[in-house]
């Protein structure tokens, strides 16, 4: 089945540090792949999503993403991290009409 | 930009009492989603709504949810009798096809 794991449920960094949160994936074929962000008492907000193409892939808010098929990971980084990027992050893969979420990680980013 | 609308924010309601869950998706989109997230939990899929029926659900979708599409616009969920665990975050959320989909903000039941 179609799944995406994050194997840490908590990353805790120093404001102006690189930011890195961690997803891998578990997909037959080529897989698309989401990151979505929860802002407290917040929606889920659309980051960066993999289809095809470059292995980079940019996003929302200074977030890009590797693809890196030969460890099937889809890890979330940040060059420089703000205090406001606190928040849960959702690792996320389609799965027929759904989108199947990771657990989450939450970020928390200290001054 | 084009938002997907639910409301309430917030609904407090007691055991055993219906609630209506509301939503506006974006207006050319065709799929309709109703995820939930219980406090500190991941988010759940709950349905998908296509073409004026249900495409696919979860176990979690029992005979207690109910999905409408009322008047071409609105996209309902209706839980017939809450009980304490329906307490969480649901979340609507609709898409012109696969396999993007924006999310609404979100409403917060509580259920006591």
């Known amino acids: 089945a179609q799944s995406v794991a994050q194997p840490e449920d908590q990353v805790n960094v120093a404001e102006g540090n690189p930011l890195t949160v961690k997803c891998t994936y578990s997909v037959s074929g080529n897989p698309y792949l989401f990151w979505y962000v929860q802002y407290p008492n917040r929606g889920l907000q659309f980051l960066l999503k993999y289809i095809t193409g470059d292995n980079l892939v940019k996003g929302s808010y200074g977030f890009e993403a590797e693809f890196n098929k030969s460890q099937t990971s889809f890890h979330l980084k940040k060059p420089s991290a703000l205090v406001s990027d606190s928040a849960l992050y959702f690792c996320a893969v389609p799965l027929d009409y759904k989108l199947s979420f990771g657990a989450g990680t939450t970020v928390t980013v200290r001054a | 930009e084009p938002e997907v609308t639910q409301t309430p924010s917030h609904q407090v309601t007691q055991m055993g009492q219906e609630v209506i869950l509301r939503c506006v998706p974006i207006s050319n989109h065709l799929y309709f989603y109703w995820y939930r997230q219980i406090l500190g939990q991941k988010v759940e899929f709950l349905v998908s709504f296509y073409n004026n029926e249900i495409s696919e659900k979860s176990e979690i979708f029992d005979d207690q949810f109910s999905v409408e599409r009322p008047d071409g616009s609105n996209f309902t969920l209706k839980i017939r009798s809450t009980k304490l665990e329906d307490s969480a975050m649901y979340f609507c959320?609709?898409?012109?096809?696969?396999?993007?989909?924006?999310f609404g903000s979100g409403t917060r039941l509580t259920v006591v």
């Open positions: 959320a609709s898409s012109e096809g696969y396999p993007a989909r924006t």
